[in-house]
């Protein structure tokens, strides 16, 4: 039997990893979910719990309230964020700055790696997987290629026995994503990418708002997702 921990925001991208981790043929799968004060916090758990319990999934919730408070990121405070159109997605770096939360992935993989090192140490081996993707010359400094090799090495050193970090959809693009879980039979309807929303509807004009609809109109699939702006 293969086991994984995946770790689950409910967003599109790890979502469709989740059910990707699924149809590999891993049988108990453990959804890691973290609760870092996000103000996007009730959509975000809604579909992380949606996704869990469709793929069979032990759940599991941590609290990392400290990690909020330190962040200065707009997903944690208040502020005004830009309202984009298709056009401000030519260059999203600067408003990619606005959102980043420092180390936040570091320290996610941290608690993936001791929740796998203490099943590991009971004879049971995890694999963990990520649902990073390809930002290009914009990707944040935690969602790299580069970056998931790294953790891969602190693995090695720090736990008990080799666990993988497995990031399987970092080299595709939103449109790609949306592609494979189309094939697996994913419901989008059932992912929350929004930033800036308290309920569980999308904005629409937040930069995960609209790199969502790109997503799908380059991958030629509708989109149901309902939009408080279009």
Known sequence: MKNAIVLCSGGLDSVVTAHYVKSLGYCN????????GQKNIKGELKCSKICSDLIGADF???RL????????????KGGKFKMLGRKDLKDTSKESEKWYVPCRNL???SYALALADSELMKKTKYDVFVGFKNEGKESYPDTTDEFVKQVNLIGEKSCSGKINVLAPLIKKDKEDIIKLGEKIGVDFRDTFSCYTSIDDLHCGSCLACM???EGF???NVKDET???AN
């Not at 799968?29 to 870092?36: A, G, P, Q, S």
């Not at 309230?65 to 944690?76: Q, T, V, W």
Request: proline share 0%; charged share 30%.
């Open 226 to 228: 309902k939009y408080l």
């Open 29 to 36: 799968i453990k959804v890691l979910f973290f609760d870092y």
């Open 65 to 76: 309230k400290e990690l909020g408070e330190i962040s200065d990121s707009l997903i944690n």
């Open 107 to 109: 320290i996610f993989l």
């Open 60 to 62: 599991v919730k941590i």
């Open 211 to 213: 790199l969502r609809k």
């Open 217 to 219: 109109y380059w991958a």
